[in-house]
């Protein structure tokens, strides 16, 4: 475990992640992930982690959070988007309490997850950009530790209420929108606090203190009396003129109704006649929109038509000057093959005079041979492997050593054939290949043979044979005695 913290980079960077199980205090690495933490700080200086629940637990594996909607389908990121997976050789999910963003490879957002125990499958697919430290450690552990529903939903839910940044290492960052916390509550005790008091008289300290109260008293049930009807001066007057009674009473009034004009049924029907005027109007103008909308969709049509035909052109012209190149190039080889052809008035020599006869010579007997790329070519080399074959079997093994002639008398030369299948109808060549019938059977009775290949073997030295081998080497010691003295006395007698 002390070789991973070891072969973990330096964290720069810390927040304090407070959750309805405790505080979770993570280390940044900024430099190693800087898009994954900016967008993390971010997120969390604008109050988008507060009050999300973790919607995704796998105990000894992951547990994971951050998406205000609980869905775990939020996407939501500073950069308008997904961001690509930062991976880094150093920083692998090789234990518990590590912070990586959720999603999938290169489509990485705002939520994030809690490792709970090794998990390598996850390198390069995630981001770590975090880890837990301290004992705050045992508080995310504490997740194993919940039930899990059939949605994999921690049991009881598990929040996180705040996201507090201990040590932000982008100052730079400005939070966009703060996420407001509702105020409706605030209002209405600001209202009732604005609201004024009923202040209370003391009417103690005055002479005529009791008349006052008693005409307080009269206004204030006058007041309730009236508070639902309008006033007038008949109510509010002491005047015998003026009667308080309604002149029409109440029960009359709800009984009461309007007498049938004569003019009712002329106003129902010049009413009908507008609303008809005005289904009208509507109709001429959807009629209208229609027709332009009509028109927008010829126009570009019309716009889309032309468009092809211009393509269709651009073909058209762009084939016709392929074929043009390939009728130049055609004439141009035309032309040099007519170059190279000889000229009947140029000297020849008696050699090359020999050559051309000869030419022509093979040139004749190949008359009916067709090109290689005509469907009746095949036929004609079939034709031409049954005569060898007729040949070969006609031939036997007794004339091919004594180098005998066999009749062949009753099978069609080369020429035969090659001019029969001319006459069948297929069409002469004027690229023909240059072959020569070989009526002769002289070339079945020569022999091939190979040399013998002695290069992997190695001659045996005879000492027997060693003065009529020139490349025979002495296989004697010169330090015996013996061939000593052989080599003295043949010094001595020379």
Same mark, same amino acid.
């Given at each position: 475990?002390?070789?991973?913290?070891?072969?973990?980079?330096?964290?720069?960077?810390?927040?304090?992640?407070?959750?309805?199980?405790?505080?979770?205090? =993570?280390?940044?690495?900024?430099?190693?992930?800087?898009?994954?933490?900016?967008?993390?700080?971010?997120?969390?200086?604008?109050?988008?982690?507060?009050?999300?629940?973790?919607?995704?637990?796998?105990?000894?594996?992951?547990?994971?959070?951050?998406?205000?909607?609980?869905?775990?389908?939020? /996407?939501?990121?500073?950069?308008?988007?997904?961001?690509?997976?930062?991976?880094?050789?150093?920083?692998?999910?090789?234990?518990?309490?590590?912070?990586?963003?959720?999603?999938?490879?290169?489509?990485?957002?705002?939520?994030?997850?809690?490792?709970?125990? +090794?998990?390598?499958?996850? @390198?390069?697919?995630?981001? $770590?950009?975090?880890? %837990?430290?301290?004992?705050?450690?045992?508080?995310?552990?504490?997740?194993?530790?919940?039930?899990?529903?059939?949605?994999?939903?921690? =049991?009881?839910?598990?929040? =996180?209420?705040?996201?507090?940044? $201990?040590?932000?290492?982008?100052?730079?960052?400005?939070?966009? %929108?703060?996420?407001?916390?509702?105020?409706?509550?605030?209002?209405?005790?600001?209202?009732?606090?604005?609201?004024?008091?009923?202040?209370?008289?003391?009417?103690? $300290?005055?002479?005529?203190? /009791?008349?006052?109260? *008693?005409?307080?008293?009269? #206004?204030?049930? =006058?007041?309730?009396?009236?508070?639902?009807?309008?006033?007038?001066?008949?109510? %509010?007057?002491?005047?015998?003129?003026?009667?308080?009674?309604?002149?029409?009473?109440?029960?009359?009034?709800?009984?009461? *109704?309007?007498?049938?004009? +004569?003019?009712?049924? /002329?106003?129902?029907?010049?009413?009908?006649?507008?609303? *008809?005027?005005?289904?009208?109007?509507?109709?001429?103008?959807? $009629?209208?929109?229609?027709?332009?909308?009509?028109?927008?969709?010829?126009?570009?049509?019309?716009?889309?038509?032309?468009?092809?035909?211009?393509?269709?052109?651009?073909?058209?012209?762009?084939?016709?000057?392929?074929? !043009?190149?390939?009728?130049?190039?055609?004439?141009?080889?035309?032309?040099?093959?007519?170059?190279?052809?000889?000229?009947?008035?140029?000297?020849?020599?008696?050699?090359?005079?020999?050559?051309?006869?000869?030419?022509?010579?093979?040139?004749?007997?190949?008359?009916?041979?067709?090109?290689?790329?005509?469907?009746?070519?095949?036929?004609?080399?079939?034709?031409?492997?049954?005569?060898?074959?007729?040949?070969?079997?006609?031939?036997? %093994?007794?004339?091919?050593?004594?180098?005998?002639?066999?009749?062949?008398?009753?099978?069609?030369? #080369?020429?035969?054939?090659? !001019?029969?299948?001319?006459?069948?109808? #297929?069409?002469?060549?004027?690229?023909?290949?240059?072959?020569?019938?070989?009526?002769?059977?002289?070339?079945?009775?020569?022999?091939?043979?190979?040399?013998?290949?002695?290069?992997?073997?190695?001659?045996?030295?005879?000492?027997?044979?060693?003065?009529? /081998? *020139?490349?025979? @080497?002495?296989?004697?010691?010169?330090?015996?005695?013996?061939?000593?003295?052989?080599?003295?006395?043949?010094?001595?007698?020379?």
């Amino acid at each position: 475990m002390s070789s991973m913290y070891i072969n973990e980079p330096r964290t720069s960077g810390k927040v304090c992640i407070v959750t309805t199980l405790g505080d979770i205090d =993570v280390e940044l690495w900024s430099k190693e992930c800087p898009l994954a933490v900016r967008n993390f700080i971010q997120l969390a200086l604008e109050g988008h982690y507060d009050g999300t629940t973790f919607h995704r637990l796998q105990k000894d594996f992951l547990v994971q959070g951050g998406d205000p909607t609980g869905t775990g389908e939020a /996407d939501d990121s500073i950069y308008g988007g997904l961001f690509k997976t930062e991976a880094h050789q150093r920083l692998q999910f090789t234990r518990r309490g590590l912070l990586g963003t959720a999603g999938g490879k290169d489509a990485c957002g705002g939520q994030f997850f809690f490792t709970l125990g +090794p998990a390598p499958e996850l @390198y390069k697919k995630h981001t $770590l950009f975090g880890k %837990v430290t301290g004992n705050t450690v045992f508080n995310l552990m504490r997740f194993n530790d919940s039930a899990v529903d059939a949605n994999h939903r921690p =049991v009881p839910e598990q929040r =996180v209420l705040k996201v507090k940044i $201990l040590d932000n290492p982008f100052p730079d960052i400005v939070p966009r %929108v703060r996420k407001e916390e509702p105020k409706t509550e605030k209002k209405k005790d600001k209202k009732k606090s604005t609201a004024p008091k009923a202040t209370s008289k003391n009417t103690a $300290l005055l002479s005529f203190g /009791d008349e006052v109260e *008693e005409e307080e008293a009269v #206004l204030a049930k =006058v007041n309730k009396d009236i508070s639902k009807k309008g006033k007038s001066a008949h109510d %509010v007057l002491n005047d015998e003129k003026l009667s308080k009674a309604a002149a029409v009473a109440p029960e009359e009034l709800s009984t009461y *109704e309007k007498p049938a004009s +004569p003019n009712d049924s /002329d106003d129902e029907a010049k009413r009908a006649e507008r609303l *008809e005027k005005v289904k009208a109007k509507l109709q001429k103008r959807k $009629l209208a929109e229609k027709a332009k909308d009509d028109e927008d969709d010829d126009i570009i049509g019309a716009i889309a038509d032309e468009k092809k035909r211009k393509i269709a052109e651009e073909k058209a012209r762009v084939a016709e000057e392929l074929r !043009e190149m390939q009728r130049g190039y055609a004439k141009s080889i035309r032309a040099q093959k007519a170059e190279d052809t000889p000229n009947a008035e140029e000297p020849q020599t008696e050699a090359m005079k020999e050559y051309r006869k000869m030419r022509l010579t093979f040139k004749k007997d190949t008359k009916g041979i067709v090109k290689q790329s005509d469907p009746k070519r095949e036929a004609q080399t079939m034709a031409m492997l049954d005569q060898l074959r007729t040949r070969i079997s006609r031939s036997s %093994v007794t004339g091919v050593i004594s180098d005998q002639k066999v009749d062949m008398s009753d099978v069609p030369t #080369l020429k035969d054939t090659i !001019e029969g299948a001319a006459k069948d109808g #297929l069409p002469e060549d004027e690229d023909k290949e240059e072959l020569v019938d070989e009526t002769d059977d002289a070339w079945m009775s020569h022999k091939f043979i190979a040399p013998e290949d002695t290069s992997g073997v190695t001659k045996a030295r005879d000492a027997n044979m060693k003065d009529q /081998d *020139e490349e025979w @080497y002495p296989i004697g010691d010169p330090r015996n005695k013996i061939a000593q003295r052989r080599r003295d006395g043949a010094t001595d007698a020379s």
